[in-house]
């Protein structure tokens, strides 16, 4: 399925983006993907941490291509298959 056609189901939005947005969200991905890795933290949190980086990074990849997601569907649609293979391996 194309983001075309996302746009049109309703799943995106059209965005006009900087370079500025771009970095930070990259940024916020680059901090978590290190966080995750403190000793220390529970298996669950370094996920929802991992998880968080995962999100940023597929906004920043929306906004690039000039779009945005709305809410549920990366929290319920996107990302939910990466969730449950993360759990599974983790298990």
């Given at each position: 399925?194309?983001?075309?056609?996302?746009?049109?189901?309703?799943?995106?939005?059209?965005?006009?983006?900087?370079?500025?947005?771009?970095?930070?969200?990259?940024?916020?991905?680059?901090?978590?993907?290190?966080?995750?890795?403190?000793?220390?933290?529970?298996?669950?949190?370094?996920?929802?941490?991992?998880?968080?980086?995962?999100?940023?990074?597929?906004?920043?990849?929306?906004?690039?291509?000039?779009?945005r997601g709305c809410?549920?569907?990366?929290?319920?649609?996107?990302?939910?298959?990466?969730?449950?293979?993360?759990?599974?391996?983790?298990?």
């Amino acid at each position: 399925m194309s983001l075309q056609n996302w746009l049109n189901n309703g799943w995106l939005t059209k965005h006009q983006t900087s370079s500025q947005e771009i970095t930070a969200l990259l940024g916020v991905a680059d901090r978590d993907l290190s966080d995750c890795r403190t000793s220390g933290l529970s298996p669950d949190w370094q996920l929802n941490i991992a998880y968080n980086a995962a999100l940023q990074t597929a906004t920043a990849a929306l906004a690039a291509s000039g779009y945005r997601g709305c809410e549920r569907l990366i929290t319920t649609g996107l990302f939910n298959p990466l969730l449950i293979r993360s759990r599974q391996m983790s298990a």
